[in-house]
């Protein structure tokens, strides 16, 4: 079966959440002895400054190493900071599971947000093309369940950016997938937007603007958009995420703070 297609335009984005480059990989430049650089998917560490209105509001620190069945193993932790921790306490612990090509096959979400704490593991049988969502509400002590029918390859937010990142999308062009957030499955569009200079923490990167659409009752009810900078390299690291949002959460944006090969 055809996980994704590629096409030409017509005339006409975590968890929750979710997920990276070479030491310099802004305009790598390379002599004919240099040696070349590795091409996404390889192991990786990622930190990103999680801004809100003009202040830090956290970071998200994101982890991908390979596991012995030729999958992949993502783990995203994202901790609120500062003011926001203050008036909004977030600490979350998202772990997902896949094969060589980023379907999942488990996804476990540990989520402390205010007074909140919820518990959620999904479990993917590709197989038989089920997805079983449990949730529990560790504060009103309730569980939720939800089964889903799903296609042989389904992917989760961060699976689906890592899709993205070994894909050659370029600008102009567009594609769509399956995506779950475990409650809802969705075809999700992405469009190349177009090639763009972008400066974080005194690095100028080469990338590529895409956007996501998983707001406005795709995945997700609420009114926004979810843009995504990828290097325009081998790597292909997203090195800034920006969640569009309205009056009066205001835009979230993710920065790439600090990246190491594993």
Known sequence: MQIFRIRKPHSSFLLCLLFLAAAQPGV???TMSATPPLKFPYAES???RVGWRMVTAGQANLKLTPTPNNGWQLNLDLASSGLVNQLYRVLDSYKLSTNEKFCA?????DAQEGKHHNITNIAFDNDNHKLVDTTKDMIGNETKKTELTIPPC???IAGALMTLRSSQLDPGMKYSLPVTNGKKLASVRVEGLGKEKISLGGKTYNTI???TFVFDNVLYRRKGRLLIWITDDPQ???VQMRFVFGFPLGDITLELEKVEKL
Do not use: W
């Not at 096959?105 to 979400?109: A, E, F, R």
């Open 28 to 30: 790598p430049q390379y």
């Open 209 to 211: 603007r895409y956007e």
């Open 46 to 48: 990622l930190v990103y």
């Open 154 to 156: 389904t992917y989760d």
């Open 105 to 109: 096959s488990s996804v476990n979400l």
């Open 236 to 238: 292909r690291v997203p």
